[in-house]
C-alpha cells in the first residue's frame, strides 16, 4: 500500500494514498473528504442513502436505504425545504441527486436542474420494480417481527 510524507507546519505527516475499507475516520476534514472521493462505486452507492419516511419505516423495517431513479421523496432542508417530487437523475461521481421540478435560474436565464445531496432528502415512495431491491427489503422485514395488536382482556370471576 503506497503512501506519502509531507510537511504540515512542521511536523512531517505519514497519510496513505489509497483508499481504504479498514479506515476507520479521522478528525481532519480533508481526510473525510478523501475516503468519500476515493471510495470505490460499490460504496459510493451506500454514500448516497436517504431516510425513510415513518409510515415506510415501519412498513419496510428500515430506516434508510440508497436512492435510485423513481423514487418520490421530499426535501427537508435548505432553499426547496417541503417541496416533494421524483428523482431523475442519480450522480454517483458528484453524490448528488438530482429531483424532478427543482431548477435554479442562471445569469444568462436559462434553467438548470439543482444538485441535492441525499442527506437532505427523506423518501416518500419506493420504487420496487427491481428485483434486487426488492430482496434489500425483503431480507430487512424478515429480520423484524411485527408486533401482534393488543386486545383487552376480559377477567370473569
Given at each position: 500500500?503506497?503512501?506519502?510524507?509531507?510537511?504540515?507546519g512542521?511536523e512531517?505527516v505519514?497519510?496513505k494514498?489509497?483508499?481504504?475499507?479498514?479506515?476507520i475516520?479521522?478528525?481532519?476534514p480533508?481526510k473525510?473528504?478523501?475516503?468519500?472521493y476515493?471510495?470505490?462505486?460499490?460504496?459510493?452507492?451506500k454514500?448516497?442513502?436517504?431516510?425513510?419516511?415513518?409510515?415506510?419505516?415501519q412498513?419496510?423495517?428500515?430506516?434508510?436505504?440508497?436512492?435510485?431513479?423513481?423514487?418520490?421523496?421530499?426535501?427537508?432542508?435548505?432553499?426547496?425545504k417541503?417541496?416533494?417530487?421524483?428523482?431523475?437523475?442519480?450522480?454517483?461521481?458528484k453524490l448528488?441527486?438530482y429531483?424532478?421540478?427543482?431548477?435554479?435560474?442562471?445569469?444568462?436565464?436559462s434553467?438548470?436542474a439543482k444538485?441535492?445531496?441525499p442527506?437532505?432528502?427523506?423518501i416518500?415512495?419506493?420504487?420496487?420494480?427491481?428485483?434486487?431491491?426488492?430482496?434489500?427489503?425483503?431480507?430487512?422485514?424478515?429480520?423484524k417481527?411485527?408486533?401482534?395488536?393488543?386486545?383487552?382482556?376480559?377477567?370473569?370471576?
Amino acid at each position: 500500500m503506497g503512501t506519502v510524507d509531507f510537511l504540515f507546519g512542521k511536523e512531517r505527516v505519514h497519510m496513505k494514498t489509497e483508499w481504504s475499507r479498514s479506515w476507520i475516520s479521522s478528525k481532519q476534514p480533508r481526510k473525510q473528504r478523501k475516503y468519500r472521493y476515493n471510495a470505490p462505486a460499490h460504496i459510493r452507492h451506500k454514500f448516497l442513502s436517504a431516510n425513510l419516511s415513518k409510515e415506510l419505516r415501519q412498513r419496510f423495517g428500515l430506516r434508510s436505504i440508497p436512492i435510485r431513479k423513481g423514487d418520490e421523496i421530499q426535501i427537508m432542508r435548505g432553499a426547496f425545504k417541503g417541496q416533494k417530487g421524483p428523482i431523475e437523475t442519480v450522480d454517483t461521481k458528484k453524490l448528488k441527486v438530482y429531483i424532478g421540478g427543482i431548477k435554479v435560474k442562471k445569469v444568462d436565464g436559462s434553467e438548470v436542474a439543482k444538485a441535492i445531496d441525499p442527506s437532505n432528502l427523506k423518501i416518500i415512495n419506493l420504487k420496487l420494480d427491481d428485483k434486487r431491491r426488492q430482496e434489500v427489503v425483503g431480507r430487512a422485514k424478515k429480520g423484524k417481527v411485527p408486533e401482534a395488536p393488543k386486545t383487552p382482556t376480559v377477567t370473569t370471576k
